[in-house]
């Protein structure tokens, strides 16, 4: 698992300050969902995804929460899959089509 190597490698360095973030994003008919937003109620268009002249990528409005351990990490893995629910899609699919 990449996650628990991350870990890993930071407790094998502890000369080292190391800062895990972790976001959760979903993109659905071209919108942005932050999986971490307690009931997903974010609004896509606070969510930017940016590209540099370097070609690197962030994003800006979206969630970036602090994971101290490896159970952090994946407690917050797991928030996020649950607020992917299927029957959450198929509510996201119902209020598109009636937009």
Known sequence: R???Q???E???RPEQAVTVRISYLEIYNETLFD???PGN???GDDI???DDAKG????????KAVAATEEDALNLLFEGEANRAIGEVGAR???MHHE
Do not use: C, P, Y
Request: net charge positive; no cysteine.
């Open 56 to 63: 690197a990528i962030s994003t800006r409005g979206l969630t």
């Open 35 to 37: 999986l971490l937003t």
């Open 41 to 43: 109620s974010a609004n």
């Open 2 to 4: 990449a996650i628990q």
């Open 93 to 95: 699919k119902q209020r």
């Open 6 to 8: 991350v870990f890993s």
């Open 48 to 50: 930017q995804i940016l």
């Open 10 to 12: 930071i407790s094998a």
